[in-house]
């Protein structure tokens, strides 16, 4: 195989001879990296609509995280919590909750808990107690801005993302 210095004479190929030098675990670890390239791009509409819609929404946006698929190709934007990533640390407390995926899909009703029993008798019949009404969240629906301009971005970078990752993974192999 010749050797080339310069990756734009990667053309056509010599192209092709170079993928044929890396196995399968290699093509897998740059269509991975390729698709967290573009995942952070595709994520970037909901973050932005986040940071829009709440008050410390450009805090709670690193939380919209991007999941890429350990099998097949491909990837999701997410708010569903994961290890430690997920979570706004509310300043009131110091406590660690879900509080974008909680704005994402809005809340029920939530009360006040009791102590003790909830369900009493009376002359009429059985009754719940129920404490004070709380209040609930309005659903934000922030990942819709993802889910319209997601195609397009990844149509428009998906091909240099891959060009690039593929000349990142042959100049650590020594290809390049």
Same mark, same amino acid.
């Given at each position: ?8 004479? $990667? ?23 390729? $698709? ?141």
């Amino acid at each position: 195989m010749e050797i080339y210095n310069n990756p734009a004479d $990667y053309k056509g190929k010599e192209w092709d001879e170079l993928l044929k030098e890396m196995d399968a675990k290699d093509i897998k670890r740059t269509w991975r990296s390729a $698709y967290r390239r573009i995942g952070k791009l595709a994520a970037q509409p909901a973050r932005d609509a986040l940071a829009s819609a709440i008050r410390h929404g450009s805090a709670m946006a690193k939380n919209i995280r991007v999941r890429v698929w350990s099998k097949g190709f491909g990837f999701s934007v997410t708010v569903k919590p994961h290890g430690k990533q997920g979570y706004y640390k509310r300043s009131q407390d110091g406590k660690e909750k879900p509080v974008t995926m909680w704005a994402q899909e809005g809340t029920a009703d939530r009360y006040e808990r009791h102590g003790g029993k909830s369900v009493f008798k009376t002359a009429d019949g059985f009754k719940t107690m129920k404490g004070n009404w709380t209040g609930k969240m309005k659903g934000y629906h922030f990942l819709e801005a993802s889910e319209k301009q997601g195609p397009a971005i990844v149509e428009r970078e998906m091909f240099t993302a891959l060009e690039k990752e593929t000349e990142k993974r042959l100049r650590k192999l020594g290809w390049i």
